[in-house]
């Protein structure tokens, strides 16, 4: 337990001494945000930029999903540096173990309107560099609308009523969301 306790301090001291060093290279129009829960005595946490729906430079609104965000393509899922997803202790996102450890995190929206999530290996990369060879996971995400739209692009970790947790991606009038459950130590 300790070993995976460090080994996450690390990954966030090399990712908070790196960030900054990010930043300098390229400009950030987009804010960025950390998000942490602890679900069934696991934190798990991400590290994201939160694009708008209006057009930093010219103030108009902007079509998100299949057109800020193509279908058919995949996205860094928010905005400048890769998110990042962080757990000290395994989950279980649908048939696919998560071991403990950071991971970047990408979406593959479709124009029927499904979303797959894509957790890939390769950290610290800008958003755009994605290297399909380093994904873990491709999983399928539930679509629900939003009655009240989203303007800036907002991830959540929230605890589930059964056990276990849910990620969520909402923008515009979309959220997508996928169960995850811990693994518990053997």
């Known amino acids: 337990m300790n070993s995976r306790i460090s080994a996450f301090a690390v990954i966030t001291l090399m990712f908070l001494t790196c960030s900054p060093l990010l930043a300098q ?3 950030r129009i987009s804010p960025h945000d950390t998000i942490s829960s ?14 708008y729906t209006k057009d930093p430079k010219t103030g108009d609104m902007r079509k998100i999903w299949g057109g800020l965000v193509p279908y058919g393509k995949v996205w860094r899922t928010g905005a400048d540096e890769a998110t990042l997803l962080i757990t000290q202790q395994p989950i279980m996102i649908a048939d696919t173990t998560i071991p403990a450890g950071a991971y970047t995190l990408f979406t593959l929206p479709a124009d029927d309107g499904s979303c797959k999530l894509i957790i890939n290996k390769q950290i610290g990369q800008w958003g755009l560099q ?7 996971a491709r999983i399928d995400m539930k679509k629900d609308s939003l009655d009240k739209a989203v303007d800036q692009f907002t991830m959540a ?3 589930g009523s059964a056990g276990g947790g849910m990620l969520k991606l909402s923008w515009e009038n979309t959220q997508f969301s996928v169960n995850f459950t811990v693994q518990k130590p053997q």
């Open 38 to 51: 602890v679900v069934d005595h696991d934190r798990v946490m991400i590290v994201y930029g939160r694009p």
């Open 25 to 27: 290279q390229r400009p």
């Open 130 to 136: 994605y290297d399909p060879k380093q994904d873990l």
């Open 157 to 159: 970790i929230e605890k």
